[in-house]
């Protein structure tokens, strides 16, 4: 997966898995007005992400968000094993991106709060640094989206990893540019119904 060095960072949005703590499907929960799913896309886009890309999980309910995907402006690509690893949706996503691609910001969608200007702090201080993974930090806590290079692709797609994406990130611990952001929504991460009703109470 070698690009050359200019290029666009695009978004991909994890939106595959079996939301099994949650009991129902994350990606269509509601926040603020609009779907999990929707909001994420429109995060990275206005943050300045192109082009974007939502893997959805199969089935019923990724028959659901392909459309959402595609009305909020991403390109929906299916997992087609939704108990698998977080790690083998990124790269689905990752192998769905064009030559044209040097970077990916890479948002879960259970993290409802994040706020496009963190997506925009991230790239600008990618093209300012080239570090190979850019991550915003809220007083001393690292949180998503995390910008990952496309010269560390080749890493994320290797078959040993593992604890998925995050052995690359301790593995180039040292290289990474973190961004402090005035955003806590980088750290909010929404797994269980109750983490959610508590999130849209205090939100």
């Known amino acids: 997966m070698t690009a050359p060095a200019s290029g666009r960072v695009a978004g991909i949005v994890l939106a595959g898995g079996r939301s099994a703590r949650m009991g129902e499907s994350k990606p269509l929960l509601q926040v603020e007005g609009t779907t999990f799913l929707e909001r994420a896309v429109r995060v990275l886009a206005e943050g300045g992400c192109d082009p974007i890309v939502a893997v959805v999980p199969p089935g019923e309910t990724g028959q659901k968000l392909l459309p959402l995907a595609s009305r909020a402006g991403a390109r929906g690509i299916p997992n087609p094993d939704p108990g698998a690893e977080q790690i083998d949706s990124l790269r689905r996503g990752l192998h769905a991106l064009g030559p044209g691609v040097r970077g990916a910001a890479v948002l879960p969608v259970d993290h409802p709060r994040v706020r496009p200007a963190t997506v925009s702090a991230l790239l600008a201080a990618f093209e300012e640094s080239d570090a190979p993974i850019v991550r915003p930090v809220h007083g001393e806590r690292p949180g998503h989206p995390v910008l990952f290079a496309r010269r560390v692709w080749d890493e994320l797609d290797a078959p040993d990893l ?26 909010i991460d929404v797994n269980t119904r109750e983490e959610y009703e508590r999130e849209m109470e205090t939100g």
């Open 162 to 187: 593992e604890s998925g994406a995050r052995d690359v990130v301790h593995r180039h611990h040292g290289e990474i540019h973190e961004v402090p952001v005035d955003d806590p929504g980088i750290v």
